[in-house]
């Protein structure tokens, strides 16, 4: 299933949603992305909604007026898995009813729909909402794609060998913790871990002292491939249901003592931050970008090359990441940005990481998430964790108020953010995916 | 919560299932170990049951029979928790539950229940049933707790430092994929993955040739912990549900060329079997041995160390790997012994590994897995897997029958024991798990 432009990419279509026409807005008619809520405060359970402006439409709501009565089969099946607490069904049907449902909701959002006056019923602010994560996750894993973060962390962890010899072969992934994924808006407790300086014979118990975030990108899967059967190149993308943004919270120091030989445990494992809506694949159809790598190194391995994906493998999707201190926010300052990046830089594209994910046989099931890796650029700027931008800790970042930065300080918001642009087609905002760090569990262990 | 040696462990015991009171039986009543089953080839649900002799006691069968009609509240909520095709509800309620369940189990199976006219209804043979997944595991966590396996790998893998500076400070894990877990008796498709010999420029794709084992412990948690919250060493135990056998199925071709510098990845996540009975803690009770380490080794860090759990923090189990070539089978040969360990030379308590895995803050659910990591033992005879068993793959072992294997050829089965047995108590068997090796997908990938 390769998503083709079609009328819900229209850059000539209009809501009656008043606020998703204002331009720069995230969730334009032309994006339609899923996430999971309620009002704020309320004790009622969690449903599926699509942002629309500043509005979430409730699709259970929606439903139950009757805006999906004359819907064809698929359409209906698809609508009748949002009636569930989490995206998972949905994410289980496949690319055609996800097709569906996607083309039914423009329909019913654009500004002639008969609906509108009922569906109006069926809206709720975002400003009043609260978020609960867009799917149950069963296995999370993450990967490594931005060479240019490999190139940068190696040279900080191994000088000698910063870009390890299987890196341009293997897209290199682990298995991440699912349990302590968090949704936007969340407070991260500072992480205690083993921690040991080098000068030192020995390691202590402390809270962490470099504590960092990884500005990634999560797919999130849906559908599902049995045990033992791969998932060719080009069957990879009717896998993949959407994107998000991800935080991948990181102690640096912990990290530094414990991942050899099996890889980053604690140092990973007390957090990990979802923006709350999922953008599909078909809404970022119109900003695929040719995929290529530089002609001196090794082409891709045929398991992982194909012809017909090449020419659009690529998402180029603007990312970025902003810091507000505690200072800040008292102040009533908007978050600085601290970096920006774009996932076009990815060494490895989506598709590439689902058929090396399976190569072995492993299975994939709707509701699981891949994070990309932090999504590092090609200049020092353009990192995506302050481990690089403040050059292993060495130099401080200096904030617009006169504070510094090497790593994070209780109170931190550090607050991902993404969208797709290009001339002649509208533009697709992700929101964003926030945390706050707090002080660390104080309690004795 | 601590168990003590009570009346569900007398020796004297006997039930009124004959085979139960067979020398050498591993299900005996002092034994009592759940797991989820069906009769074989039905298509009603699975449900849980209690291992007893040779058969099943379907609680859910008990429980209509009126088996628990006069049961207090407490193992009232129990056995209600086991309508659930999972043991997962039972798994959440926590140590107090467990226990009055089990004493109401051993009081229903011993030789003068009044019950067990009724109660014969609700048994079926164990040869007439098979087997799902004990729990629906959310994250399974994988360790790497001896000494000796670590040793004896790190120099296959790293001759300059087999053993890394943190291996006696930390409780080394890592997060597994908990989607390929699957339940004894299955056949286990031989990965393709990326493999690159020392001598080679370039990987190449193919099936492992270097297909293993690994003789675990897994380590079912029931109860969990906050986001946020360490699990304190002197409450560790108290979110141990139970134990059971794990083999942490490995291909160490792809290992060598992609762990580095994130772990082990597609070497280890396409398959991994547990077997159907899980042992609770409280029935190992007999078989706690004191916990101790070298003295010239650095003593654990304080929040790993407890004085009131150091008296009984081991576990005496003996472990075994035992193999069946195709061969054999078709001779209709039995298989044949390759290892026998014991878990209480595992090198962190199963309290340390709960305690370390939470220190950061990482919630544990009830339901997720830990392995304990390959159990070898002090001697090169005790190794719990190929590689080590081997020597890296140069000596191959003869096999009584004429075969010879370093690694794992299609057709081969796989079988792990357990079993804990002392003077003046009753052995406590785990049943098995086992696996088949089968050809690799063939289909172009």
Redesign the interface.
Known sequence: MIYRINETHDTTLRSWVESANQPGCDFPVQNLPYGVFRRRGSIEGFRIGVAIGEQILDLRKAYAAGAFDDADDLTLAAIEATRAPTLNALMALGPEAWQALRLALSRLLRESAPAQVTLRQALLPQDEAEYSLPAKI??YTDF?TSIHHATAV?RL??PDAPL?P?YK??P?????????I?VSGQNV?R????I?APDQA??V?APSARLDFELEVGILIGGSNP????V?IDKAESKIFGLCLLNDWS?RD?QA???????????K???TTLSPWVVTLEALTPFRTPWSRPADD?PP???LDSAATRSFAGLDIDLEVLIQTARMREAGEAPERLSRSNFRHSYWSVSQLI???T???????AG?LLGSGTQSGPTPAEAGSLLELSCGGRKPLALNNGEQRTFLEDGDTVVLRAWADKAGFTRIGFGEASGTIIEP?S???
């Open positions: 069963g296995d490594y190696g962890f191994r390890l299987n072969w293997v290199i992934g682990y298995h991440g913790r699912a349990s302590s968090g407790r992480p205690t871990g083993q040991k020995a390691p118990v045990l033992g059967e791969p060719p102690a912990i003592w414990e991942y050899q030989p099996l890889g980053p445990f604690l140092s494992n007390f957090a090794p391995m045929p398991y058929t090396h994910h190569l072995s046989g492993c299975n994939l099931q699981d569990y309690a004795s262990i």
